[in-house]
């Protein structure tokens, strides 16, 4: 049997075999928006392109020479796709470039009938109006051209290829189902989300503990490893759904125990974990927690707050008695107990650290993020760092390209320099970086980062069926909570932008950068805190997952994410799919009449109280598992709730229907949700932690 990732990848490359959903430019980088239209290729709004993009796509028009105007226009527009904020999707990532994009052809299921006058025909469209054209240098040369040893200074269609079907053949494509291609005018769409709306989110609860992280067994059954903030790391059991079982853990027994060297608080604490892709064979594993240096000898890295970040420690001052950098973020590597037979048969880990993979001092004591994540389609570990502030980012870090604070991290730990070399290069630990990070080359810059200017992400996840949706919640300051799509090199704008809005800081210290000065990339989707109906001004945003579990197939597809103090979720919609264009809506929740440990509910209603809303996770089956801290709650069919889906399959199920059954419907969920907020921030006044 082949490792779990080799077979999750294989189904990757079954089922997508180009696609590069989203909008994505051919470097992997995300459009961005343009400041005055581009003076060439008629684009306007997003592009691809920049100005000197656009004027070498006009020299390289200009160089085909060619004599009739109404292949030349074609011609053009086809050239011009490179600037298309779905350059991606039409011409691949680099460096496997198509010489020109995916030309709509006729193909496409539910239209059999071909039509030349339609932009749906758009290939047969080039091959009638330039086959007998000349163009120099022609970009519609067949791929082995090379080899077959074809003139490729002056050429005809005709000469290149012997009809219009073996020329569609090659470059035309269909349109519809989950693939893009070019009519002429705009990439085509053609797939929407199923029209059934949501009624609500079903959850059970399977479990009281009150955990920060989850990550699925990498061996691919039903087993979770389970992280609490203060240093416990358990290995559970899944139960069935439906069997009425709970969360199955010996409390007393965890995989792994290094309370002694975390530090925490409020902010601090084991914030994430991650398995190595290959643990099933190699047993490594990950672990990112906070330390404070003055408790743990090994809690020493160098200060965030240095000179090249513009940053003098001497002047942060203490809070509450901490100095800058006394509190620090770590990334551990740690491995299962190797005297077990293999790595999944462990139930332990040896409790000595393998290796420290990183080391950084945190100027003060907020907003560092720290979960971690194994990128499914490259194996690279993904690293949330905040912008470690206080207020407003007065030291500007999360703009400031030679600070890790305040951005998406990269980092390869499968090829860990010498001692020297990570000296030479300035590295803040063992791990090397990956060559094809935005900044890897730049001596400037860290290469270590991947995407910047987030404020606090707290919680990212990578859609299990389109791994190039990276999506991260990013919590705000004064008046948004946002998600982002987060891609290579992108800008999401804090603390020049709070969500789509200015931000006005109050001390900026370590300086401004402009609004002009950068392509700021905004959300997908949020919130702004007045949405949340409370006057308690905490809002603190835990981004979730797509939703790719067969339970609910109402929710499938759909990204759920929640706000930790208001316990509100929403529900995320991509309409047309793959077009990047979200929308979401506060969706009601209720609890299973089945649940294995009842849910706590809101006093005088049906309503489970969850309590805070942590994060989420994702196990095997992709299920969605809500972890706050009153346990832990799967999302499961809807009718257990009695919430309605037409596309739910209830065959051998009776669901929530047992006569007497004091359900939650929809109905009373909406009518319910105001008094369960009112009631909450009762509650929440009460337990405020200030996690924002
Ligand atoms: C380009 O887009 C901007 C903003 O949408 C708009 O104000 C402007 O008129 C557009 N320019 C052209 C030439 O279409
Ligand atoms: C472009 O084509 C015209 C004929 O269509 C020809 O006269 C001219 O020399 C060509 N120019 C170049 C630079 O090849
Ligand atoms: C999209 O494709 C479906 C079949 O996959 C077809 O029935 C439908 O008419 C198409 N819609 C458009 C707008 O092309
Ligand atoms: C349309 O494109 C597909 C995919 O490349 C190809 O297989 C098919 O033959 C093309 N159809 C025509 C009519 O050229
Ligand atoms: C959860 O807590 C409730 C109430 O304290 C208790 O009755 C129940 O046994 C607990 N369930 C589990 C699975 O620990
Ligand atoms: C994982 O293991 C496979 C097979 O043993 C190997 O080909 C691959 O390079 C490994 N990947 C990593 C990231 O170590
Ligand atoms: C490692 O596993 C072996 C065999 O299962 C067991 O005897 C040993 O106690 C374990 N060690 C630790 C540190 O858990
Ligand atoms: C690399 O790992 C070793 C072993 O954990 C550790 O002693 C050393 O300090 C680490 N190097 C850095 C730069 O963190
Ligand atoms: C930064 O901008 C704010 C207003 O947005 C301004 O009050 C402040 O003086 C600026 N700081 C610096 C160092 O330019
Ligand atoms: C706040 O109240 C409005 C109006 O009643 C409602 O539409 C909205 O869903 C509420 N927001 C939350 C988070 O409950
Ligand atoms: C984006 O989604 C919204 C809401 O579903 C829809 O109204 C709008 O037409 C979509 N925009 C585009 C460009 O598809
Ligand atoms: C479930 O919903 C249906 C229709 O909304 C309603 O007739 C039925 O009484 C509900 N069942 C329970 C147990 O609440």
Known sequence: MGSPHATILFFFFLFFPTTFALPLCTDSSAPVTLKAPLPFCPYNGSSCCSSATDSSIQNQFKSMNISDAACASLVKSVLCTKCDPFAAQLFTIEPKLRTVPVLCNSTFPGNPVRSKDTTADFCAQIWDTCKEISIQNSPFLPSLQGAAGVSATSS?????????????????????????????????????????????ICLERIGNGSYLSMAAHPDGSNRVFLANQGGKIWLATIPEEGSGGTLELDESSPFLDITDDVLLDTQFGVMGLAFHPNFTDNGRFFVSFNCDKVQSASCSGRCSCNSDASCDPSKLGTSNGVQPCQYQSVIAEFTANSSSSSPSASTSARPTEVRRILTMGLPFTSDHGGQILFGPADGKLYFMMGDGSTKGDPFNFAQNKKSLLGKILRLDVDNIP???????????????????????????????????????????????????????????????????????????????????????????????????????????????????????????????????????PCLYGRYLFADLYAGAMWVGTENPVNSGNFSS????????????????????????????????????????????????????????????????????????????????TAGQLEKLQQLKLRILVIVFLLLLLGFS
């Not at 200017?453 to 008046?479: K, Q």
């Not at 090199?489 to 800081?505: A, C, D, I, M, S």
């Not at 809807?638 to 889906?645: A, F, I, K, L, Q």
């Not at 399959?649 to 669901?655: F, L, P, Q, T, V």
Request: glycine share 12%.
């Open 585 to 664: 809506a506060i969706t009601p929740f209720g609890c299973s009449q089945r649940s294995p440990v009842a849910c706590d509910t809101v006093e005088g209603s049906s309503l489970p109280s969850l309590g805070y809303i942590f994060s989420f996770g994702e196990d095997n089956s992709r299920d969605v598992f809500v972890m706050t801290s009153k346990g832990v709650y799967r999302v499961v069919r809807p009718s257990r709730c009695n919430v309605s889906c037409p596309l739910e399959n209830k065959d051998g199920d009776d669901g929530d229907r047992a006569p007497g059954a004091a359900s939650s």
């Open 156 to 200: 005809k269609l005709t000469d290149l290829w012997l009809s219009e079907t073996d020329f569609c053949n090659e470059f035309g494509g269909p349109s519809g189902g989950d693939t893009v291609c070019f009519n002429g005018k705009s990439v085509l769409f053609n797939s929407t989300q199923s029209s059934v709306t949501p009624k609500g």
């Open 418 to 552: 010498s001692k020297k070399e990570i000296d030479d290069l300035g590295l803040w630990g063992n791990y090397s970086i990956p060559k094809d990070n935005p900044f890897a080359d730049d001596s400037e810059r860290q290469g270590e980062i991947w995407a910047l200017g987030v404020r606090n992400p707290w919680r990212c996840s990578f859609d299990y069926e389109r791994p190039s949706y990276f999506l991260c919640g990013d919590t705000g300051e004064n008046g948004y909570e946002e998600i982002d799509l987060i891609t290579k090199g992108g800008n999401y704008g804090w603390r020049v932008y709070e969500g789509p809005e200015l931000f006005q800081p109050t001390s900026t210290p370590g300086g401004n950068t402009s609004a002009t000065s950068i392509d700021a990339i905004f959300p997908i989707m949020g919130y702004p805190h007045s949405a949340l109906n409370n006057s308690v001004g905490s809002a603190s945003v835990s981004g979730g997952f797509v939703y790719r579990s067969a339970a609910d």
